[in-house]
């Protein structure tokens, strides 16, 4: 069964940096290696809706959704080791809320409901 299991979040300090981790198993259950599936990072402030970040095909083709976190989170991947990152830095408060990464088959997308696979999150709480 595919799973994904993000980890690293915690409560960090404005201008602080973090790491998320998500961390892919079982894919093969789908048919396909989880190589084939771009992975995307959202996430979901309180009272607010689910927004996409970024999302990486393959080993190294990102695409950036939100604009407010550009220049400040990276996504990355490590092939070999079926896990994709998310480096944070320059936090800010309004960076808090719980991200999920998100598998979806072949093509990124920012859409939600696109989305093939999910975590279960990781809290992000930016705050002195």
């Known amino acids: 069964q595919p799973q994904l299991v993000e980890s690293g979040g915690g409560l960090v300090q404005p201008g602080g940096s973090l790491r998320l981790s998500c961390a892919a198993s079982g894919f093969t259950a789908s048919g396909f290696t989880f190589e084939v599936y771009t992975v995307s990072w959202f996430r979901q402030a309180p009272g607010k809706e689910r927004e996409a970040l970024s999302c990486?095909?393959?080993?190294?083709?990102?695409?950036d959704y939100a604009d407010s976190v550009k220049g400040r989170f990276t996504i990355s991947r490590d092939v070999a080791k079926n896990i994709v990152y998310l480096q944070m830095s320059d936090l800010k408060p309004e960076d808090t809320g719980v991200y999920y990464c998100a598998a979806r088959f072949l093509r990124c997308s920012n859409r939600v409901n696109d989305m093939n696979y999910w975590g279960q999150g990781t809290q992000v709480t930016v705050s002195s």
């Open positions: 990486i095909r393959g080993a190294d083709i990102v695409t």
